[in-house]
């Protein structure tokens, strides 16, 4: 088990608009995110579940609050600690972002070459190792403009992994893929989360599915984030904008009632 | 919508601002980046076949069109004093000082600037950038720095390129087709280039090479931070647009302030 906690305290982010006026898309929240636990980040689309997780890469800045990972603020940090400290993460973009000009097993490759000094023989070893058990095996020559979306997703969960992050982020692992393969990818990163245990943030629409894997929930709305200790007590919430969101995602909760 | 214009103005006025800050420390990373290592040797190579080799045909074109333009139009301006002795001299300095340079960056921009906007562009749009920096891999050493080193390269030798083949073309339209003496084509433009005419045309294409690698990258690799252009594939097809017309507009002004400053 790793100590990488990730915790926002009064976190603030808005973006001007092209009139001019201001969006607030996070105001001043808090929220912890436990080391090497699941964490399920919800919310309908705009509310910035993406922009929470560039916060946490330090790829865009917070305009104010403290992001504290592993007890260190990090939206003071630039240049080369910014570069050490992003080493620790594996992220699988939302539409995989794997370099279009590169083949399956170059993009797959590139962080062991970049970042590794191990031989050609052994990254060659350990690529096709892990593009077997994403089942890509014999697509490691193809680029990323012939592939499904489902494969294109396993190759980038497949570069995300190479390098063994101590924090994993998801940015909406099953969009685009049929339900077989959301169940496969879904067991794969329970799987190797047991094995590496890194601390994990899932943003997904894929509810209640992704609750499968979810430790803890927190739910985006307007700028404010709901905090739920389990995927169970989201649906006991009173909030009525939560009510509302567990009522078009998960339909409605079954209640018994007496008929007078 | 804001209604106020005052604010709307000053917002305007901030966005600019930050927008040549962003653009300047970019220009500093992306020489940085050219001197830090590894030095990537491939990626350097093919920029060179892109920008370089790529444009030769265009240029080609472009330079034997604008020299025996010059040729024709110098001979008939010349006639008039029976001054037909000075066209070779007429054409070189024209070349080797203004159009060489100057039609090169454009045609470089037209050509490759506007491809490498767009690349950056899609890759910024598709989170291919973020995608380096998350595995703590330089964009500028990877992408943009092999891109000034090739250009840095690759237009003044297009220049000088572009310079013979003018040359050649007022040779044919003004001694092949309208009967100037050879000799005094050649030797007029012996006895006026000067080494310093060499040399100003020569820092030209340096300073154009920067500027076009400069705006056209940055446009790309900013995209997603410019205001007005909207989002997704829209927002690439306006950036290129925008850094088309502005890597053209700074290589006019930057020519007359070089040619100022240097002359």
Redesign the interface.
């Known amino acids: 088990m790793n100590n990488n906690s990730i915790e926002f305290i009064k976190v603030e982010k808005s973006f001007?608009r092209?009139?001019?006026?201001r969006q607030v898309i996070l105001d001043k929240v808090n929220f912890s995110i436990p080391a090497g636990k699941t964490t399920v980040i919800a919310g309908e689309s705009g509310t910035g579940k993406s922009v929470t997780l560039?916060l946490i890469?330090g790829?865009m800045r917070a305009d104010g609050g403290q992001i504290l990972v592993a007890g260190n603020d990090i939206t003071q940090i630039r240049g080369r600690k910014l570069?050490?400290y992003?080493?620790r993460?594996g992220?699988l973009?939302?539409?995989a972002?794997?370099?279009?000009s590169m083949t399956v097993y170059e993009n797959v490759a590139?962080?062991l070459r970049?970042?590794t000094k191990k031989t050609d023989s052994e990254i060659k070893n350990q690529v096709l190792a892990s593009l077997e058990q994403l089942e890509l095996l014999g697509h490691e020559h193809k680029y990323p403009a012939q592939l499904s979306g489902g494969m294109k997703k396993r190759a980038g969960l497949a570069r995300a992994l190479q390098?063994e992050p101590e924090i994993m982020l998801f940015d909406e692992p099953t969009t685009g893929l049929d339900p077989v393969m959301t169940h496969e990818i879904y067991q794969l990163f329970a799987q190797t989360q047991k094995e590496v245990g890194f601390t994990s943030i899932i943003v997904s629409h894929d509810i209640p599915k992704v609750f499968n894997l979810a430790d803890q929930v927190i739910v985006l709305n307007k700028g404010k984030m709901d905090v739920f200790p389990s995927p169970e007590a989201i649906q006991w919430s009173q909030k009525p904008h939560i009510k509302a969101f567990v009522k078009t995602t998960m339909g409605e909760i079954y209640q018994s009632h007496l008929v007078e | 919508?804001?209604a106020n214009p005052i604010?709307?103005l000053g917002?305007?006025g901030l966005?600019v601002i930050s927008d040549l800050g962003r653009m300047g420390l970019y220009l500093l990373q992306m020489i940085e980046g050219c001197f830090r290592p590894p030095f990537r040797f491939a990626e350097f190579m093919r920029q060179l076949n892109f920008i370089g080799v790529g444009s030769l045909v265009v240029i080609f074109f472009t330079a034997a069109s604008t020299g025996m333009v010059l040729g024709l139009q110098g001979y008939y301006s010349l006639h008039k004093f029976g001054a037909e002795g000075m066209l070779g001299s007429a054409v070189s300095l024209t070349l080797i000082m203004e159009l060489g340079p100057v039609l090169t960056a454009l045609m470089v921009t037209g050509r490759a600037g506007s491809a490498m906007c767009a690349e950056l562009g899609?890759?910024r749009i598709?989170?291919?950038i973020?995608?380096l920096?998350?595995?703590?891999?330089?964009p500028f050493r990877y992408l943009i720095s092999p891109k000034l080193l090739a250009a840095l390269i690759s237009i003044p030798l297009l220049t000088a390129f572009f310079d013979v083949v003018g040359i050649a073309g007022g040779y044919i339209a003004g001694v092949q087709l309208m009967g100037v003496n050879p000799g005094s084509y050649f030797e007029g433009m012996r006895n006026s280039v000067t080494n310093h005419d060499i040399w100003l045309g020569t820092v030209k294409s340096f300073v154009f090479a920067v500027m076009v690698v400069w705006i056209c990258t940055g446009r790309g690799y900013f995209v997603h931070q410019l205001?007005?252009v909207g989002f997704g594939a829209g927002s690439v097809s306006k950036v290129t647009t925008q850094a088309v017309v502005f890597s053209s507009i700074s290589v006019l002004i930057f020519d007359y302030l070089l040619t100022a400053v240097l002359l």
Do not use: H, W, Y
């Not at chain 1, 092209?18 to 006026?21: K, T, Y």
């Not at chain 2, 920096?133 to 330089?138: F, G, L, P």
């Open positions: 001007v092209d009139d001019g006026s560039k890469l790829l570069k050490e992003r080493m993460f992220v973009f939302q539409g972002a794997l370099f279009d590139l962080p970049e970042r390098l | 919508m804001q604010a709307r917002n305007t966005s899609i890759m598709s989170e291919q973020d995608a920096d998350c595995m703590a891999v330089d205001r007005g």
